[in-house]
């Protein structure tokens, strides 16, 4: 998104409490009637006369975990580079074995809906699996003894490392479309809002907003990240990568972009 008239939205909801101390079921706490000893023995005596309650003939069998259900979901534009990733017969249709072995992929990397469609959002994650290894194989982010955020236009990827090793790994984004492209070469944070919305586009919310070009910034977006063929110049982040791209980095920290989006 461009430079934004920025709002402070911080709420804050109503302090905690707690209930008091006194008046615990109709009235303050307080000390009950003291027994007498007659009465305490007379009791204990009733009590050892009474029978045992029987055992339960049989401990009840513990319930069965519910079966997952059934994976149906037809053949992904995907398909056939998802088989391939995960090591299923690559044939590109879907089968009930791909349908399920995707859907543990999701699973296990929180990609909604987790229903083993071989979708973009479940391609461009098995991507960014394998980039992690060595997000800077090509050596064009610069290994400085500081933070410095490494943005590649040409795969989609952000990461943050130091000394030339990752400290926050790589994680998909999206960067500006045609026309609105996000700006390239080095920059360095300099403006931090976490509740940040855009007047200029409707109030879209901009959680976690770190700018480094102008108007442009780093933020999270609270819909699919894959939706849609760009921004408008900021570089989208989903909303946990954003948060945590927030507790990363700090102002002043370099960023450096290079590369160029596909299709701009």
């Known amino acids: ?9 911080y709420e ?7 209930e008091p101390a ?37 401990a009840r069998p513990a319930r069965a975990a519910a079966a997952p259900a059934p994976c149906n979901t037809d053949t992904g534009p995907y398909q056939w580079e998802l088989e391939e990733y995960l090591k299923l017969p690559a044939d590109g249709r879907q089968s009930a074995e791909d349908c399920a072995a995707i859907r543990t992929f999701q699973e296990r990397e929180r ?22 290894r060595s997000p ?27 000394d030339g090793r990752p400290i ?5 984004v999206r960067t500006g479309r045609w026309g609105q492209e996000t700006r390239d070469g080095w920059h360095e944070i300099t403006e931090r809002i976490i509740d940040e919305t855009s007047q200029l586009y409707d109030d879209a919310p901009m959680p976690y907003a770190q700018y480094f070009s102008g108007g442009q910034a780093f933020h999270g977006v609270l819909g699919d990240l894959f939706n ?5 110049g900021c570089i989208n982040m989903r909303l946990g990568d954003a948060e945590r791209l927030w507790n990363t980095t700090a102002l002043g920290d370099t960023v450096v972009v290079w590369g160029r989006k596909p299709a701009t």
Do not use: F
């Open 136 to 162: 800077n194989r090509d050596g064009k982010c610069p290994a400085r003894s500081h933070r410095v955020v490494c943005v590649d236009l040409t795969r989609q990827l952000l990461w943050v490392q130091r």
């Open 168 to 172: 926050y790994q790589a994680v998909p």
């Open 111 to 132: 990609i909604t809906p987790a229903d083993g469609y071989a979708s973009l959002a479940t391609y461009r994650t098995s991507l960014v699996i394998e980039e992690r």
């Open 22 to 58: 006194a008046g615990r079921r109709g009235g303050p706490r307080g000390r009950g009637p003291v027994l007498s000893v007659a009465a305490a023995v007379l009791s204990a005596a009733v009590v050892a006369v009474l029978p045992a309650p029987a055992a339960t003939a049989a």
């Open 1 to 9: 998104m461009g430079r934004t008239t920025r709002q402070h939205r």
């Open 228 to 232: 849609g063929g760009g921004s408008a």
């Open 12 to 18: 804050h909801g109503p302090e905690g409490g707690c």
